[in-house]
Antibody, heavy 116, light 107 residues
Framework: QVQLVESGGDLVKPGGSLRLSCAAS????????MTWIRQAPGEGLEWLSV????????YYADSAKGRFTISRDNAKNSLYLQMNSLRAEDTAVYYC?????????WGQGTLVTVSS | DIQMTQSPSSLSASVGDRVTITCQAS??????LNWYHQKPGKAPKLLIY???NLETGVPSKFSGSGSGTHFTFTISSLQPEDIATYYC?????????FGGGTKVEIE
């Protein structure tokens, strides 16, 4: 069955960096757009970034632009989010999800906490 | 950015009740609208895509309708397992945006 497993979440100081990973299995990863979505504690969902199947199309939300970088390795069935210059407001559960326009598979999420 | 306004923000209903949630877009998004629910501590789950299409494996008690700027999501007969927060999401234009959520509880 389809599985998406995020990892890499941690407690990090403001200004720090973190790299999130999402390991995919159970489907042909290289055929699908992939998306990162986050959810701050007790808050709603925020779309962050999308990457096409061949990595030639990438978009970011304004909140991620210039600080976050999405990438993927189809040989490893993996999606990544490099996050730099982290701020307190980046504290959230980060989900990877399959799809471009709608998201039919989600990981369980990984918690990023930005605090001194 | 397109703003998605859901109402109500929370509701309490009895088992067996028909429950309706609305989602208003700040501009015309055609039918580019999806619905998810999220149970406590879990990831969101896609229920409806393209405003009215039931995702594979999702019970037919869930339904969606609407186009343009006004959309509705309905649970025909509320059950205890439907306790969750429900979100709409537009994909007419980037950045894709979600509604603020509707928390559904049992009376």
């Amino acid at each position: 069955q389809v599985q998406l497993v995020e990892s890499g979440g941690d407690l990090v100081k403001p200004g720090g960096s973190l790299r999130l990973s999402c390991a995919a299995s159970g489907f042909t990863f290289s055929d699908y757009y992939m998306t990162w979505i986050r959810q701050a504690p007790g808050e709603g969902l925020e779309w962050l970034s999308v990457i096409s199947s061949s990595s030639n199309i990438i978009y970011y939300a304004d909140s991620a632009k210039g600080r976050f970088t999405i990438s993927r390795d189809n040989a490893k069935n993996s999606l990544y989010l490099q996050m730099n210059s982290l701020r307190a407001e980046d504290t959230a559960v980060y989900y990877c999800a399959s799809g471009k326009d709608y998201f039919n598979y989600w990981g369980q999420g990984t918690l990023v906490t930005v605090s001194s | 950015d397109i703003q998605m306004t859901q109402s109500p923000s929370s509701l309490s209903a009895s088992v067996g009740d028909r429950v309706t949630i609305t989602c208003q877009a700040s501009e015309d998004i055609s039918n580019y609208l999806n619905w998810y629910h999220q149970k406590p501590g879990k990831a969101p789950k896609l229920l409806i895509y393209d405003a009215s299409n039931l995702e594979t494996g999702v019970p037919s008690k869930f339904s969606g309708s609407g186009s343009g700027t006004h959309f509705t999501f309905t649970i025909s007969s509320l059950q205890p397992e439907d306790i969750a927060t429900y979100y709409c999401q537009q994909y007419d234009s980037l950045p894709f945006t979600f509604g603020g959520g509707t928390k559904v509880e049992i009376e």
